[in-house]
């Protein structure tokens, strides 16, 4: 028996298991194509984050999963069914938005229990308190939503759409109500559960550390498409494009030329500047390229740098303690503004100051080289950054 197992039986479209599958789907609302042919494939109880600005298609996509909009083109199947066309209620699938949406005049074990209840499950009570016992809030079962804290609620609505045992969870911005330190908890809650509960799990954000601190799969969204696709951690070190590049974090980009190759390294030639970028850490192989490192990737010295590794002169605009580290803005002879990360391990070390000339010193095998598309850079850069970090201007040339 499963942990929510019940009376309540499930026909059709709400039987159906296995792997959340895509096929080419398309959303077109007149004119405007906010999905443009997407195919993904979500294995059965992963953690998967659709990631990326306001308008990219993110939350079309998820409602269609959902079946609350219908795909223009295309197939969603989940294992063998294909539920295109399907009603909502008819999906094993349930939605847990930003707005918790409780009931005010119910308990929250009866706000939990309305779902099973409405089925006519005959151990409705019990099974809401399962669903309770997994978010941690057994103890306030006897309370209404108006006395609980935001993040309460959000536990509540979690349980709410866990005790209907859905084969796909859909969590459309569910933490950003929360303020920051609440919001960091439930990360941590979330993954927890999933991982207890072994459902899928698709998570819509905009937010970078939400994405990449939960999910086991991040797809980074663009104008309707897939950008990237792949584990947080390979798609934050080698991005392909210069959108993902400056989306999922930030990067140090600037704009060159392929001049040849040296071993197994590119040479690219960037504003006067000889680089090198390994040919196994480049999307682009000739021609047009931009180059990147990103920020925490970088050294800044006071000297010369005497190591083999690659070195750019460089002058001092900005100088901000944010505690872990100490971001500088500098500004390379392109005259780009390049930002550099550093940690601060000795108190004393930040003596630097606006005006000051520096050389910037990185390791050749964490550059990477992307198609040049300014556009996307520029898309990237304006988007409204996460509420985890300072505000940081775009780093391009």
């Not at 089925?119 to 309370?143: I, N």
């Not at 459309?172 to 459902?199: N, S, W, Y």
């Not at 991040?218 to 080698?238: C, F, S, T, W």
């Not at 900005?318 to 000795?346: C, H, I, K, R």
Request: include cysteine; proline fraction near 6%.
């Amino acid at each position: 028996m499963g942990l929510f197992s019940g009376n309540g039986g499930v026909k059709g479209f709400r039987a159906a298991k296995g792997d959340l599958r895509l096929d080419e789907v398309t959303k077109e609302f007149g004119e405007f194509t906010a999905v443009d042919h997407l195919s993904l494939e979500v294995p059965r109880g992963s953690f998967f984050a659709l990631l990326g600005p306001s308008g990219c298609g993110k939350t079309t996509t998820l409602r269609m999963v959902a079946g609350l909009e219908q795909p223009t083109y295309g197939r969603i199947r989940i294992g063998d069914t294909d539920l295109t066309g399907s009603r909502p209620y008819e999906r094993p699938v349930n939605t847990v938005f930003q707005s918790y949406a409780l009931f005010p005049h119910l308990s929250i074990r009866d706000n939990v229990a309305f779902g099973p209840k409405r089925r006519g499950q005959g151990d409705a009570a019990a099974a809401a308190d399962r669903a309770l016992e997994l978010v941690q809030m057994t103890h306030l079962a006897g309370r209404k939503p108006t006395q609980l804290s935001g993040g309460q609620q959000q536990r509540v609505a979690l349980a709410r759409a866990l005790v209907n045992q859905p084969e796909v969870l859909l969590l459309d911005e569910p933490l950003g109500a929360l303020d920051l330190k609440l919001r960091r908890q439930m990360q941590v809650e979330l993954k927890r559960i999933q991982t207890e509960v072994g459902l899928t799990f698709i998570h819509v954000t905009h937010d970078q550390e939400e994405a990449m601190t939960m999910a086991d799969t991040v797809a980074v969204m663009n104008r309707g498409k897939i950008e990237q696709l792949g584990h947080p951690e390979a798609l934050y070190d080698l991005p392909r494009t210069s959108f993902v590049a400056n989306f999922l974090g930030q990067s140090n980009l600037g704009h060159g030329r392929v001049t040849g190759r040296d071993g197994d390294s590119l040479v690219v030639e960037v504003a006067g500047t000889t680089v090198r970028i390994p040919a196994a850490r480049s999307s682009v192989s000739e021609g047009e390229i931009t180059f990147g490192v990103r920020p925490e990737k970088v050294r800044i010295t006071t000297t010369p740098p005497a190591g083999a590794g690659e070195d750019v002169k460089a002058r001092v605009m900005d100088v901000s303690f944010t505690g872990v580290a100490t971001q500088f803005l500098v500004t390379v002879p392109s005259g780009a503004t390049w930002m550099v990360y550093e940690q601060n391990l000795d108190v004393e070390r930040n003596s630097l100051r606006p005006g000051d000339e520096v050389w910037l010193e990185w390791d050749a095998g964490h550059a990477f080289g992307v198609p040049v598309d300014e556009a996307a850079e520029v898309a990237a850069a304006v988007e409204e950054p996460a509420e985890a970090g300072p505000v940081q201007p775009a780093a391009t040339s």
